[in-house]
């Protein structure tokens, strides 16, 4: 090729790819959605965030698609969890900065729902805060607001859920054992029907000494999860003269929830007033 030919070509190039990076702002995959709204939260508009598992599903046994994959090797960062929850992230090879949120967090064996308590929460958002601005530095004040507008949210939901710790009644049954983090920072005791596998069944012996502790307790009441399966739950309730009542994990948002413009601090409201119903 002629070298007079070359130069323009090479310029047309360069024109072309500077296009490109201004036209679409770098991409933040998120796995799930308390990790995706953390994330919204302190980027604001400044850069696209994705978020992984759809609604109505599961991120316990959730395995990203092929296309999902190629997203995430192209992304410039990951914010998920926990390598304890979304095992897969740290098999996914991408330059992308993988961001785990729970790494902020003093973290429970066996329970991997470290967002579940609004003061953990927290940590997670401040994290997420300073991981992006690193990566991100030329935001780095825009995320600083971002993440302080919603910290006072979540500081205030913190403190609705501090009002728990001066209840006289302290202990909830739940479905499966996923609230340990808001007991342990709520000075709650919970009591899990299955334990941490909400698909394994209990054994007679382990139901009869759920129904005493319900007993000594004076519940009469089991948290059951939405979405989830709670025919073991309901075999306790109803077998310890007990009604069922609802808490969710705040995993994913029904297509219903979204429309009606639900969130994770709204959803944790609802856990709060539901709690407060057996927690007083
Ligand atoms: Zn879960």
């Known amino acids: 090729m002629k070298k007079w030919l070359l130069i323009p070509i090479l310029s047309v190039l360069v024109l072309l790819t500077g296009c ?21 939260a302190v ?22 698609s092929a296309k999902q994959v190629a997203q995430m090797t192209d992304a ?3 914010v998920y969890n926990s390598n304890d929850l979304e095992k897969w992230v740290p098999s996914v090879k991408t330059y992308a900065t993988k961001i785990e949120a729970a790494s902020a ?12 308590s609004p003061k953990q929460a927290i940590k997670e958002v401040k994290y997420i805060q300073e991981e992006l601005s690193k990566k991100f530095p030329e935001y780095k004040t825009d995320f600083a607001k971002n993440a302080e507008a919603y910290l006072i949210k979540l500081e205030a939901l913190d403190a609705q ?7 006289k009644q302290k202990t909830f049954i739940t479905q499966h054992e996923a609230f340990s983090y808001l007991a342990r920072d709520y ?3 919970e009591i899990a029907v299955t334990g941490i596998d909400p698909d394994i069944e209990p054994s007679a012996s382990a139901l009869a000494n759920l129904k005493k ?38 995993e994913s948002l029904s297509d219903a929830q979204r429309k009606a413009g639900d969130d ?17």
Do not use: R
């Not at 490109?20 to 919204?40: G, H, L, R």
């Not at 980027?43 to 991120?59: L, S, Y």
């Open 213 to 250: 502790e319900m007993e000594k307790a004076g519940l009469k009441s089991v948290y059951v999860e939405e979405n989830a399966n709670s025919k073991i739950a309901d075999t306790l309730a109803k077998s310890a003269g007990a009604d069922t009542l609802l808490i969710n994990t705040v």
């Open 264 to 280: 994770y601090i709204s959803l944790m409201q609802e856990n709060l007033k539901s709690l407060q119903k057996t927690i007083k």
């Open 187 to 189: 000075d709650l005791k």
């Open 76 to 78: 410039s960062a990951i």
């Open 161 to 167: 859920f501090d009002t728990l710790k001066n209840a």
């Open 43 to 64: 980027v604001g508009d400044k850069v696209d965030v994705a978020m992984i598992v759809p609604a109505n599903q599961e991120v316990h046994d959730y395995e990203p």
């Open 105 to 116: 967090v003093d973290q429970i064996a066996g329970d991997p729902h470290t967002w579940i």
């Open 20 to 40: 490109q990076k201004t036209a679409s702002k770098p991409q933040i995959m998120t796995t799930f959605e308390p990790m995706y709204e953390f994330t919204k």
